[in-house]
């Protein structure tokens, strides 16, 4: 009777054992997700206001187009990458394209002492602040995910309900690393 009354109570602590584990993993599964959503909220403002930004430095920088149209070709692409992957690496060469950017800015006198391209440009870095801070958390809710995932008991209950790692928003290619060279000579 006693034995039969211990495996009871080892079999019911191991499945609340078993119970918590994937509800902690529902729990920074959802985090990741909502994570990524606030990304993805700072990232449309950011689509939304690039045009005009560029519509604004084209007035003035009317010999830089190249640099002009590979914002707009990162920004086209970013808006339509799917999946977490293929939205960082389009993420990041958008972020490379606006640096240039904002260096072919910086050349120009004229520009910089427009109202409106002050107010776009001062815009634009308070939602690339935005964006730091959403990468920020994502990363750190992503590195509790996987961190659980890994762990002993986590990564059983991982591999039993295909709870796989989570990739992290980071800088992937080496140029994007390097501050932006602007040569006019």
């Known amino acids: 009777m006693i034995v039969l009354i211990v495996i009871i109570v080892i079999v019911a602590l191991l499945g609340l054992g078993v119970a918590g584990s994937y509800n902690?993993?529902?729990?920074?599964?959802?985090?990741?997700?909502?994570?990524?959503?606030?990304?993805?909220?700072s990232l449309k403002k950011r689509y939304d206001l690039i045009p005009?930004?560029?519509?604004?430095?084209?007035?003035?920088?009317k010999h830089e187009k190249e640099t002009l149209e590979n914002v707009i070709a990162a920004r086209n692409s970013a808006m339509g990458a799917e999946g977490p992957e293929e939205r960082m690496a389009s993420e990041n060469a958008l972020t490379g394209a606006l640096r240039s950017l904002f260096a072919v800015a910086e050349s120009y006198p004229d520009l910089k002492a427009n109202q409106n391209f002050l107010q776009l440009q001062d815009q634009l870095n308070r939602l690339e602040e935005e964006i730091a801070g959403s990468r920020r958390y994502y990363n750190g809710v992503v590195n509790q995910y996987n961190t659980k995932a890994e762990m002993f008991p986590g990564n059983i209950i991982a591999g039993i309900f295909k709870f796989e790692r989570k990739p992290l928003f980071e800088v992937d290619a080496e140029e994007e690393r390097r501050n932006v060279k602007v040569d006019f000579s």
């Open 24 to 41: 902690g993993f529902i729990k920074l599964r959802n985090k990741t997700e909502e994570a990524f959503s606030a990304i993805d909220v």
């Open 52 to 61: 005009n930004y560029v519509e604004t430095v084209k007035g003035y920088a």
